[in-house]
């Protein structure tokens, strides 16, 4: 899907400052570095390959340029996985199907505080 595509902004975290990880809240294991992420969903480099069609229930835990720290719960789907450049790791496209209502409206004022071109 290109970028006019879709339904809403995508940020990328590191152009903002930012790092984000994601964990897996059923295993506890830790399931990559978020690299860019909107209300729909998120791209992970992983360590390991998510199954396209599975579900994961995740935790995402980010850490902002001037100290902000956000945390937020999801039920995601993996749509995709491919290989990235280091041997061992792939990129996986994640779409976020179940969020709390608070954890949607954290994740929208950090979309779209960043979106908005405003510092983050």
Not at 16 to 40: F, I, K
Not at 85 to 97: A, E, H, K, M, Y
Request: charged share 20%; with cysteine.
């Amino acid at each position: 899907m290109s970028k006019d595509q879709r339904k809403h902004p995508r940020i990328d975290l590191a152009d903002e400052g930012w790092r984000a990880s994601l964990t897996d809240q059923v295993t506890g294991a830790p399931l990559g570095e978020v690299v860019n992420l909107s209300l729909g969903g998120m791209m992970v480099l992983c360590p390991l390959t998510l199954e396209p069609e599975n579900l994961y229930q995740v935790e995402l835990t980010a850490n902002g340029p001037k100290g902000e720290h956000e945390r937020f719960s999801a039920g995601v789907l993996a749509l995709w996985s491919m290989p990235a450049g280091r041997p061992g790791t792939s990129w996986n496209g994640l779409q976020i199907i179940d969020i709390s209502a608070e954890d949607a409206r954290r994740l929208a004022d950090l979309t779209t505080r960043c979106a908005g071109g405003e510092p983050c």
